[in-house]
């Protein structure tokens, strides 16, 4: 029986700090996954959803708070076709099907994340393109894009500008860009608008905190 996806980043605990008009969740919501003590693969709880592993990652805090913040607030999501970069297990696309989009299309590099991106899909009961391509090759996004949406994708240098260039020729087109991110080094603050932040329960053994203050930003309009 398919899984809401929702479920997966509704962790106990959660204490989403205020940004704008954004409220805070019920801190007491449940959660669905124990994490193991040796920080390996997360261990499904009875009611939680189907999901796999198969691209080797699990959803970090960037993942988890994008996708927590696009079922929160559907309004943005709802009607439009949807990218997702960088989408590793498919957490954030699932979540943006699952949110009302017209269509998503999940980019990865990986093989193996298009594997795990279509299986997720297929288990949460809803329609996401896995497509294994560098989206950030194209001058342009696909025609008809309305959002974009890009997590934890600030680690590199080089990473950093290629994504920024085609996050700015998106927003050209009319697109809104939606980033997720916990303090990387080379996120642009200065070209960003923060909307919501989250804190979000991580693993030790593959974080250096176990929460990550992750923060919603979107692109900034850029002067005159």
């Known amino acids: 029986m398919a899984q809401d996806v929702s479920s997966y980043t509704a ?10 008009a954004v409220g805070a969740r019920d801190p007491a919501a449940p959660g669905w996954l124990t994490r193991s003590a040796c920080g390996s693969a997360p261990k499904r709880t009875p009611g939680g959803p189907a999901w796999t592993r198969r691209s080797g990652r699990s959803p970090g805090p960037p993942g988890e708070a994008l996708a ?8 943005i999501v709802r009607g439009r076709d949807v990218i997702d970069i960088a989408s590793g297990s498919g957490l954030v696309a699932i979540a943006a099907a699952l949110a009302g989009a017209a269509a998503v299309t999940a980019y990865d590099i990986d093989p193996l994340a298009s594997a795990a991106i279509e299986a997720n899909a297929a288990a949460n009961a809803v329609t996401v393109r896995a497509v294994c391509a560098d989206v950030l090759d194209r001058d ?9 949406l890009v997590a934890d994708a600030f680690y590199q240098r080089d990473l950093a500008t290629r994504v920024m260039r085609f996050a700015s020729r998106a927003r050209a087109c009319g697109a809104t860009v939606l980033a997720a991110d916990f303090g990387r080094a080379y996120l642009p603050r200065d070209r960003l608008t923060p909307l919501a932040a989250y804190d979000v329960p991580g693993q030790l053994v593959t974080e250096d905190a176990d929460t990550k203050h992750t923060t919603i930003w979107t692109l900034a309009e850029r002067s005159a």
């Open 11 to 20: 962790h106990r605990g959660w204490h989403p700090a205020h940004a704008g």
């Open 68 to 75: 927590r913040y696009l079922l929160d607030h559907p309004e």
């Open 140 to 148: 342009l996004p696909p025609p008809g894009t309305g959002l974009v």
